[in-house]
């Protein structure tokens, strides 16, 4: 063979050869890396029986989808309705869904497969919501529709994801106890909406899951009801339903322990209105403890100061009545690690609000503190003039009194042994550094409520962006509420409908068929400007009742 046909054949082997490995590559075709995550869920491409068929003898039911998918926790999300005596099977084959009946359907009835979020596709996990499947084995389909929203009780904001019930009347006592079959999810804006339902009365009820079970079970759950039945006897829309948390019914504690320092922590499963603590044993503890109770009263950090013991009984009180004791063991010689830290009222940018004290608090109860062993500097220059005062009612808490001055720089040195508390224990050398704020990042700003009845409660309460309660004031009149020297930004303004006349808003419960106490938000956005003094007109609605 010649050099030139060696080469020409040599050249149309290695251009076969590129072909080949340029169709395996085409062929082996992977998943590219990176890019958006798919958060599209699973799209129903055919279904036999079609959904909504009318005159349904068939026994089995399949579902194409455009691609693979899995169940997720098919027998607590699935539900057919009217239930049937035997579950009908589901199996899922490549990326079709066999459901096959086991039982025989009732003649001239409309039935609805409610998947809840069991079907979600294979990688990510996305799920089809409010999907579900229709037939009826008459020629009429039930076509009722009911749609409403669902809101925050507290915040007046509409709530995504909460799952909506609806009861028939006769079916009523499966509330908290079994899985409601007719349900349905608030979307994004909080909207909802069932469809394919029969006439007749019902209950609805709203719930913020947490196990996602649709089963009322756990206190923190959050919950909304009407107080009147749904009668359905023709399309319903607007109706609305109010989420809160309602109070236990009964006192528990959540937790119980004691602390790598010593103190014994308690914690309620609801706040108390004027919570007390005893020590039962060991005798004579009682008399030397030291109680901290949150802000809230669902939680207490007892301190005692004799620690020689092996067990503890603590019994917890309210408006001076027992309502439960518990008991705690621990070693008798068990050591504990306490180091004394202070906290205090200086901004994480290190900065003291203008025309305010100095606020310590520290972290166990002071017995002593030596006042000679505390070192002020103003720019690096001792000063001496000023006072450290225990609080007469908290023995973590002290006040200390300087006339601060702007432009100025603050190192505040605690010197070891300056404070002993009650174990005996002393601090190690602490500093704080800090500046005083200027007057010109604050303002004062002037509400003048308007009430819509004189004869009413109504409790306003001053919010920062994030929603937090900065002020709360009662009243029952047109007057006007000052807030000097607050931090600028923006503001906002929530009343509640004080029916009680206890100052505060109170929750619902569902069980006494009581609505939570009514709140309005206004929407209007306050906004503080630095050293501005505002005046803004408030008026109250008046209240507005849900039936």
């Known amino acids: 063979m010649g050099s030139n046909k060696k080469s020409l054949f040599l050249a149309k082997i290695l251009g076969l050869l590129l072909v080949i490995i340029n169709i395996i590559g085409c062929a082996n075709i992977q998943r590219p890396l990176g890019g958006p995550r798919d958060r599209t869920p699973p799209k129903l491409l055919l279904a036999t029986p079609v959904n909504e068929t009318r005159n349904f003898n068939a026994k089995q039911i399949r579902m194409d989808f ?29 990326k079709s869904l066999y459901i096959n009946f086991k ?23 996305n799920v089809i919501k409010n999907f579900v499947y229709v037939f009826s084995t008459g020629p009429h389909i ?54 394919y339902l029969h006439d007749g009365r019902y209950r609805i009820y709203a719930l913020k899951e947490q196990s996602a ?3 009322y079970d756990n206190e923190s759950e959050q919950v909304g009801f009407l107080k009147n039945d749904i009668v359905l006897d023709k399309d319903t829309s607007g109706v609305q339903l109010s989420l809160f948390q309602q109070d236990p019914d009964r006192f528990r504690i959540l937790a119980k322990r004691f602390d790598a320092d010593g103190k014994i922590l308690l914690a309620f499963n609801k ?58 063991r621990k070693g008798r010689k068990e050591a504990f690690k306490r180091d004394i830290s202070i906290g205090a009222n200086i901004s ?62 603050y190192e505040l040195s605690f010197n070891e042994g300056t404070f002993v508390n009650i174990y005996g224990d002393h601090n190690k050398r602490i500093v704080k550094k800090f500046t005083v704020d200027k007057i010109e990042n604050y303002g004062t700003l002037t509400l003048k409520m308007t009430v819509p009845d004189t004869s009413k409660n109504y409790v306003v309460e001053l919010l920062n962006d994030k929603k937090e309660v900065l002020r709360s004031d009662a009243i029952k009149k047109n007057t006007s509420l000052v807030y000097k020297d607050y931090p600028t930004g923006r503001l906002f303004v929530r009343v509640t409908y004080d029916t009680n006349g206890n100052g505060k808003w109170d929750t619902g419960n569902i069980k006494a068929k009581r609505y939570p106490e009514n709140i309005w938000v206004s929407p209007t956005v306050i906004t503080l400007r630095p050293n501005w003094e505002m005046d803004q007109d408030v008026a109250i609605p008046p209240e507005v009742f849900i039936p």
């Open 103 to 125: 039982d025989t359907l009732q003649k001239n009835t409309t039935y609805v497969i409610n998947f809840g979020k069991a079907v979600a596709d294979v990688n990510e996990g």
């Open 142 to 195: 039930d076509s009722l529709t009911l749609s409403g929203t669902v809101v925050n009780s507290l915040t007046q904001e509409k709530e995504k994801d909460v799952t909506v019930m609806l009861v028939p009347i006769k079916q009523d006592t499966i509330w908290g106890k079994h899985k409601p079959s007719i349900f349905t999810s608030t979307d994004s804006s909080g909207n909802f909406s069932m469809s």
């Open 213 to 215: 079970n649709r089963i």
């Open 348 to 409: 994480n940018m290190g900065r003291l609000k203008p025309n305010t004290d100095l606020q310590l608090t520290l972290n166990s109860p002071i017995e002593s503190f030596d006042r000679s062993r505390v070192l002020l500097l103003e720019d690096s220059v001792d000063v001496s003039n000023f006072t450290l005062q225990k609080d007469s009612l908290k023995q973590t808490k002290f006040i200390l009194k300087y006339r601060w001055k702007q432009d100025k720089r």
């Open 271 to 328: 706040k108390l209105a004027e919570p007390g603590i005893t020590i039962n044993y060991p005798k004579g503890s009682n008399d030397q403890k030291y109680v901290d109770f949150s802000k809230t009263r669902d939680t207490a950090l007892i301190y005692l100061r004799n620690m020689d013991f092996d067990s503890v009984s603590v019994a917890i009180t309210d408006h001076g009545k027992p309502i439960d004791t518990t008991y705690l």
């Open 66 to 94: 455009d691609e693979y998918f899995k169940l997720v926790n098919q027998f607590q999300e699935i539900t057919v309705s009217p239930a049937m005596e035997k579950t009908p099977e589901f199996k899922v084959r490549q």
